[in-house]
T-cell receptor, first 112, second 112 residues
Framework: TQLLEQSPQFLSIQEGENLTVYCNSS?????LQWYRQEPGEGPVLLVT?????EVKKLKRLTFQFGDARKDSSLHITAAQPGDTGLYLC????????????FGTGTRLKVLA | DTAVSQTPKYLVTQMGNDKSIKCEQN?????MYWYKQDSKKFLKIMFS???????INETVPNRFSPKSPDKAHLNLHINSLELGDSAVYFC???????????FGSGTRLTVV
């Protein structure tokens, strides 16, 4: 059974601080996505990483896919209250019949 | 225009009842999914349909029956509701394994 562990589970920080969220597995994924979910809404896709070692930037967010495609990290620089939410990683397994295995989630709260 | 829409948003019902949740996507995606998010915010896949064909059926009680009348719609019918069915159910669609999901805003089901 594929499992994606995220750490930390909860994170409460002050505005302006930096943070990193980790997503780890013993399984290899063909690609991996990061989502942010706000209360009462569905998760919203932030980024997809496909190649081992790939780094993508989205404004203050930096995403990295591990070389072996088993893990990923999300780094936020100078966090803002608008970054508050549940962050989920999801690894893709399968090809023609594919599905996404979601991580355990990281709840981030950024205090003004 | 809403890309993936689910109805109803909230559903409160008594144990033993039968209920349905509807989902429609206007993105032209071939693949649609049902996920269940528990109280710890863990997202678990239930079903996946590709062009009206069931391709993924995880370990879900037979009381849950998905139906896809066409590739833009995927409905979920639940018979004999139990307390443990209380959760948020998300419909999602996808263009392909590296494109990520587009989620609906969820249906919060409460069984009393």
């Amino acid at each position: 059974t594929q499992l994606l562990e995220q750490s930390p589970q909860f994170l409460s920080i002050q505005e302006g601080e930096n943070l990193t969220v980790y997503c780890n597995s013993s399984s290899v994924f063909s690609s991996l996505q990061w989502y942010r979910q706000e209360p009462g809404e569905g998760p919203v896709l932030l980024v997809t990483v496909v190649t081992g070692g790939e780094v993508k930037k989205l404004k203050r967010l930096t995403f990295q896919f591990g070389d072996a495609r088993k893990d990923s990290s999300l780094h936020i620089t100078a966090a803002q209250p608008g970054d508050t939410g549940l962050y989920l990683c999801a690894g893709v397994v399968g090809a023609r019949t594919y599905k996404y295995i979601f991580g355990t989630g990281t709840r981030l709260k950024v205090l003004a | 225009d809403t890309a993936v829409s689910q109805t109803p948003k909230y559903l409160v019902t008594q144990m033993g009842n039968d209920k349905s949740i509807k989902c429609e996507q206007n993105l032209g995606h071939d693949t649609m999914y049902w996920y269940k998010q528990d109280s710890k915010k863990f997202l678990k896949i239930m079903f996946s349909y590709n062009n009206k064909e069931l391709i993924i059926n995880e370990t879900v009680p037979n009381r849950f029956s998905p139906k896809s009348p066409d590739k833009a719609h995927l409905n979920l019918h639940i018979n004999s509701l139990e307390l443990g069915d209380s959760a948020v159910y998300f419909c999602a669609s996808s263009h392909g394994p590296n494109y990520g999901y587009t989620f609906g805003s969820g249906t919060r089901l409460t069984v009393v």
